[in-house]
């Protein structure tokens, strides 16, 4: 049996932009993304701390080091810039794996959206 578990969790960054004319998305810092394992086209769970939207996006790769987190398209309208989100994905895995699977879990400083060492 398969079953749905978190695979990885940027917890607490803060919005740096909402794009309301782009196509669709979620951008991120490629550093944050490659911390997390996340890949560009990922789908991904947004969760915003300050007005509790929840959404569904993709994972677009942004500048490396630049600490970009930018909702796009119609998501944009679910955020402002200086929001704070958590951002998830999930994964399909067996039942009896999933017994000891650890998602990957990264606590960026939220003020900077970059890694803390």
Do not use: W
Request: charged share 25%; aromatic share 6%.
């Amino acid at each position: 049996m398969q079953i749905e578990v978190l695979k990885s969790k940027i917890h607490q960054v803060t919005i740096t932009e909402a794009n309301l004319y782009y196509v669709g998305s979620i951008t991120i810092d490629e550093d944050l993304m490659e911390a997390a394992h996340l890949v560009p086209y990922e789908k991904v769970t947004v969760v915003n701390i300050n007005n509790g939207e929840r959404l569904d996006t993709y994972v677009i790769k942004g500048k490396r080091g630049s600490g970009v987190i930018c909702l796009n398209g119609p998501a944009a309208r679910k955020c402002h810039a200086g929001d704070v989100v958590v951002i998830m994905a999930y994964a399909q895995i067996d039942a009896e794996e999933a017994k000891s699977f650890q998602p990957n879990i990264i606590f960026p400083d939220k003020e900077t959206n970059r890694l803390v060492s």
